[in-house]
């Protein structure tokens, strides 16, 4: 059935409620609630968070923004812990201690500092292991709920207290971490990256596949957030959409380890469209700092080329 | 019975390991007071186009069965004037 947004917004109540403390424009609750719309409405769940801004700001005793089972676990093992329950159900289901006649998926959400960086290890334990679960990255580029530290997603000369830019460094000093292309390597049945642009068909699409394919899978959702980046709230549509036309967020899925680019821009925008609205890139616009824009442009026209190539490789 | 805890509750009155009961119950939360900036919804514009009420981190744009937008729920919107900026119709003001 094709993508019909209206439709899939009125017919399918939201599994995410009003009521969250997340910051006024956030990027993460549009993901997470659109994400969970692709849940068939008869399917369960069962959500765990790994420490972070939506762990700590939908789960606060004593309310909770979730109507699905959530579990409150750590920065760690968010990922282990979801891995468990699974296993625990897969067990009791095979031992008919569970109706058999409905179906429960099990979903992770953990932030880029709980999946990129403290979480990494017991992402990829579950993933390797093969349980039937999705973990669900949004990506921030830094720890944000701690205020603004940098994390292995942070992308290079960003500005973050612990990577001040100034007169000893420019921000951040290394690139960020391809952490799609970390999973890829994996082997897993479906890898998507994917972000809330235009009507969310993308994210829509991806994440129905990753909910309803069996096996581990992983999506990476790029999820502004306008206190760390430093742009006004309302802009984070805006910022998006300059993220994917840009190709610093290029939308391209892993299916069977054959890359798909969903979407190549006719008209691919400088890098600097995506960066002058942020505060955190601020820096970069001074004058004596061209260099810096013209490696960021580097490096993003390197792993766009990379990724098509990829593509291509997967063709022949 | 857990939503009367507050921060002056004991803790013998407490859910035992700290467990939620009811599903979704943050609804009972009304976020709406952090506003600073309120949109106006201005239906004669609008054409329900559709891209306003997915993007709302708040879900305070309800969607009635005949996949129509409604007024908004100010008892959650937060004021950020994210859907305001996508209107191509100029059907949200912020004031």
């Known amino acids: ?316 | 019975m857990q939503n009367k805890i507050d921060a002056n509750t004991p803790w013998e009155e407490m859910t035992p390991g700290g467990d939620i009961y009811e599903a979704g119950n943050a609804k009972e939360f009304k976020t709406g007071s952090w506003r600073s900036m309120k949109p106006k919804y201005l239906s004669e514009k609008c054409t329900q186009c559709g891209l306003c009420f997915p993007v709302c981190p708040e879900d305070a744009i309800p969607v009635n069965k005949e996949q129509k937008r409604e007024d908004f729920n100010y008892d959650y919107c937060k004021g950020c004037g994210v859907c305001a900026k996508v209107c191509p119709f100029h059907a949200i003001e912020m004031e």
């Open chain 1, 1 to 316: 059935m094709a993508y019909n947004l209206k439709q899939v917004v009125a017919e399918k109540p939201s599994r995410f409620t009003s009521g969250h403390r997340m910051c006024a424009g956030c990027g993460a609750p549009p993901v997470a609630r659109h994400i969970l719309r692709a849940l068939k409405p008869e399917d369960h769940a069962v959500v765990s968070c790994a420490t972070g801004c939506m762990e700590v700001s939908t789960f606060i005793y004593p309310y909770t923004s979730w109507t699905d089972s959530f579990i409150h676990t750590a920065f760690e093992n968010a990922a282990a812990n979801i891995a468990g329950v699974e296993a625990a159900y897969v067990s009791l289901k095979r031992q008919g201690k569970l109706p058999q006649d409905h179906e429960t998926k099990f979903i992770v959400f953990g932030g880029d500092g709980g999946t990129y960086d403290i979480g990494l290890q017991s992402l990829s334990g579950a993933m390797e292991r093969g349980h039937d679960m999705v973990y669900v990255c949004y990506d921030n580029g830094a720890y944000m709920n701690t205020g603004i530290q940098r994390s292995s997603a942070t992308p290079k000369f960003a500005d973050t207290t612990t990577s001040p830019a100034g007169t000893k460094i420019p921000g951040k000093m290394q690139p960020r971490k391809d952490l799609t292309k970390v999973l890829a390597g994996h082997h897993l049945p479906y890898v998507g990256q994917t972000i809330a642009y235009m009507n969310f068909k993308d994210l829509y699409e991806k994440a129905e596949k990753a909910i309803y394919t069996k096996g581990p899978c992983f999506l990476n959702v790029l999820s502004p957030c306008p206190r760390g980046w430093g742009y006004p709230t309302d802009d984070l549509m805006l910022i998006n959409k300059l993220a994917v036309e840009t190709c610093y967020w290029p939308l391209y899925e892993i299916i069977d380890g054959k890359y798909v680019v969903n979407y190549k821009p006719k008209n691919k925008l400088p890098i600097e469209e995506f960066l002058k609205p942020q505060k955190r890139f601020k820096h970069m616009f001074k004058p004596g700092n061209e260099w810096m824009i013209e490696e960021f442009q580097k490096e993003v026209d390197t792993r766009w080329q990379e990724l098509l190539d990829l593509e291509e490789m997967g063709n022949k």
